[in-house]
């Protein structure tokens, strides 16, 4: 099953808000399963019809039952915790990216300073097994210095 898209969550809740309104109740009859509004004008919402073989079989109860639980005020309510969890996530989301790069700037600014008291020998250490790192020092220093991401090239 593929995640639901907010719009058709939003298409989802508006069909709810339509719908007869609940709550919603089973009421068991001769050939079928109803599910039926409780409120003072009960309208049917559903009809499950009983299995011809099997009688009065769970599979139409359960099913019965299902339906009476998907009422509109259900539905509405799962419908608004999704929207608000998916925005939580994404706000919080951009924060921690935000987070993760200043940290990630800071560490570098760090590391920076100790490679700049670094002496030739150990610079070409450095380099020599840190040469990614070693690559970005050279262009956070640049970028200091410059002031201008397009004066940087990397090689």
């Known amino acids: 099953m593929t995640k639901p898209s907010n719009e058709s969550l939003i298409d989802l809740a508006e069909l709810a808000r339509d719908a007869a309104p609940g709550p919603w109740e089973v009421r068991e009859q001769p050939q079928s399963f109803g599910v039926r509004s409780k409120t003072p004008r009960l309208w049917t919402?559903?009809?499950?019809?009983?299995?011809?073989?099997?009688?009065?079989d769970r599979t139409g109860r359960a099913t019965a039952k299902f339906i009476a639980a998907a009422?509109?005020?259900?539905?509405?309510?799962l419908v608004d915790?999704?929207?608000?969890?998916?925005?939580?996530?994404?706000?919080?989301?951009?924060?921690?990216?935000?987070?993760?790069?200043e940290r990630n700037l800071i560490l570098l600014g760090?590391?920076?300073a100790a490679y700049n008291e670094m002496g030739g020998y150990?610079?070409?250490?450095?380099?020599?097994?840190?040469?990614?790192?070693?690559?970005?020092?050279?262009v956070a220093d640049k970028m200091q210095?410059?002031?201008s991401p397009d004066a940087i090239r990397i090689v």
């Open 145 to 147: 210095k410059d002031e």
């Open 122 to 138: 150990q610079k070409g250490m450095f380099q020599k097994y840190n040469g990614a790192l070693a690559a970005a020092i050279v």
């Open 110 to 112: 760090v590391i920076m």
């Open 81 to 101: 915790e999704i929207l608000r969890l998916r925005e939580y996530i994404e706000e919080n989301s951009a924060i921690d990216r935000t987070y993760k790069d």
């Open 71 to 77: 009422n509109p005020a259900t539905i509405l309510s």
């Open 45 to 56: 919402v559903a009809r499950v019809e009983h299995h011809v073989n099997h009688g009065k």
